[in-house]
């Protein structure tokens, strides 16, 4: 379907940074993406768009891969939480982690309270587990984010 026409400019479009930093606690997150009308599934779903890309220093004061493969879209991001170790990264920059074998992975504070919230770790286990569950999660609730607040009409 077209794209959103309830702006007709950037002039009444909400405010910019309303999403989460990477350093916010597990209640923090969740009053985020509440208000928004995510349920914790919806969240850790919508993380875990960290299979894909990278940090760049210059753009998010964080640096590196979340995954191997950051081009492809996988449930690697949350096998990597579990089946890895994590230790913060010492260097001139704001705390994040990387993964202790290689030490070229990355984690923010965010990705790792997935693992210590109890409700979070539960669909962090399951999207470790299941790829194609995490794909249909994500795809929901993706589409969900970018058509948040607006009615469509008519036929897609």
């Not at 704001?94 to 990705?111: A, G, H, I, M, N």
Request: some cysteine; overall charge negative.
């Amino acid at each position: 379907r077209q794209g959103r026409v309830d702006f007709k400019n950037g002039k009444d479009s909400p405010p910019s940074n309303r999403l989460p930093s990477a350093s916010q606690n597990a209640q923090t997150i969740r009053n985020i993406f509440n208000r928004m009308g995510f349920d914790d599934r919806e969240i850790v779903a919508l993380i875990g768009a960290h299979s894909l890309g990278r940090c760049h220093k210059d753009r998010s004061n964080f640096e590196g891969p979340w995954t191997l493969t950051p081009t492809t879209f996988s449930n690697e991001f949350f096998r990597g939480l579990l089946e890895d170790t994590w230790q913060e990264r010492n260097w001139q920059g704001p705390t994040q982690f990387e993964d202790v074998q290689t030490k070229s992975l990355l984690r923010l504070p965010s990705d790792i309270i997935l693992t210590e919230d109890p409700q979070f770790k539960i669909y962090v286990i399951e999207y470790a587990n299941n790829g194609s569950q995490f794909a249909t999660d994500f795809a929901n609730a993706f589409e969900k984010l970018l058509d948040l607040g607006v009615e469509f009409s008519g036929t897609y």
